[in-house]
């Protein structure tokens, strides 16, 4: 494995050789602000490089407009007195649009245009805009197709595996008699749980620098802190069931509710399947499962034969109860929230 700081640069090299090349087959003139702008724009992950790339891309075309209508306008004043309101009208623009590398990037245009080129405006802006957009592209292009960066990637992958994680363990905790061996394998699968998910939080530095400058507004960005806490606050409601003592439901008379239980926790993993589902389709941002989410029969929790049953039970057996059913309602409110908070970002 290449190191980072050697991929870039072996990157960089192989694009500014590959610009040069097509420049020569062309035969264009200025070729050179290609080569430029690759140098200008790459910096190592896509985001920062699309904004690197639109700012000097406004900033040109800002500064080729002021210079082709600024030189018309005051080409027969005297340069010191012309030059200075055109880099004015420059600044103002640029200023006005927020820019910071495209503003220093208008100025440079207004200067070279009026300094070097002004009598060929015509044919240089165009090979300028040309030729910096082409470099742009490149730019962009080399960082897909040249040992592209994968943090993004690598961040969605392990977030969608972590969902299929908890799916098959609340299944497998369902199927398995309730006996210390299960304790110990759930044990065991939630360390592993957590160990992947702050590894992912670890990685998403990098994977925020691929989404650019203003990651923490983007969609995708925030679906991983959604799906973040969801993974989190499941991976504590399972230790919790772990360490709770199981209810004897058959013997206590509550053979409804535990059936209700059961079916809720496995309709809860397989809605964690179905969101590992949806989410895996495609690399856009996909909307939760169009089929209704799983809810806590909470009628059939609080019927009179479950009060009846609830009578008989010794305050330390009504606790057990009371704990499970806790637990379970926080999972509810979990999916119900992480749901509602999904679409809010899809729409």
């Known amino acids: 494995m290449l190191r980072p700081a050697l991929r870039d640069n072996l990157r960089l090299a192989l694009t500014v050789a590959l610009v040069n090349g097509f420049a020569t087959l062309t035969g264009l003139a200025f070729a050179m602000y290609a080569s430029l702008a690759v140098l200008s724009v790459s910096v190592g992950n896509y985001g920062n490089t699309l904004e690197l790339g639109r700012q000097r891309l406004i900033g040109t075309t800002i500064g080729a407009i002021v210079v082709f209508f600024g030189y018309r306008a005051w080409g027969h004043l005297p340069v010191l007195i012309a030059l200075p309101l055109a880099m004015l009208l420059a600044r103002l623009i640029a200023g006005s649009l927020r820019l910071t590398v495209g503003y220093s990037v208008c100025c440079f245009v207004v200067i070279m245009g009026w300094l070097l080129h002004e009598q060929q405006l015509d044919s240089w802006i165009p090979l300028r805009l040309f030729w910096t957009a082409f470099g742009i592209v490149m730019a962009l292009l080399s960082l897909r197709l040249f040992w592209p960066a994968r943090a993004r990637l690598q961040q969605r992958q392990g977030l969608l595996q972590l969902l299929v994680d908890l799916g098959h363990t609340l299944s497998d905790y369902l199927q398995s008699p309730p006996d210390a061996k299960r304790r110990n394998a759930l044990t065991q699968r939630l360390r592993a749980m957590r160990n992947s998910l702050i590894s992912l939080r670890e990685q998403r530095v990098n994977a925020l620098r691929e989404l650019g400058p203003l990651a923490s507004r983007h969609p995708v960005a925030q679906l991983w802190d959604l799906m973040d806490h969801a993974c989190e606050m499941l991976i504590l409601d399972l230790d919790e069931l772990r360490r709770l003592p199981d209810p004897q439901w058959q013997a206590w008379g509550l053979h409804r ?26 690399l856009e941002l996909q909307p939760p499962p169009p089929t209704p989410r799983p809810v806590l029969p909470i009628e059939d929790l609080s019927d009179e034969q479950a009060k009846a049953a609830f009578q008989r039970l010794t305050p330390s057996e009504l606790q057990q109860v009371a704990g499970r059913l806790m637990v379970l309602n926080r999972i509810d409110h979990t ?13």
């Open 257 to 282: 509710q535990h059936e209700a239980a059961l079916q809720f926790t496995a309709a809860v993993a397989n809605r964690l399947l179905n969101w590992q589902g949806n989410l895996s389709r495609s």
């Open 335 to 347: 999916l119900e929230i992480t749901e509602r908070r999904w679409r809010t970002l899809v729409i």
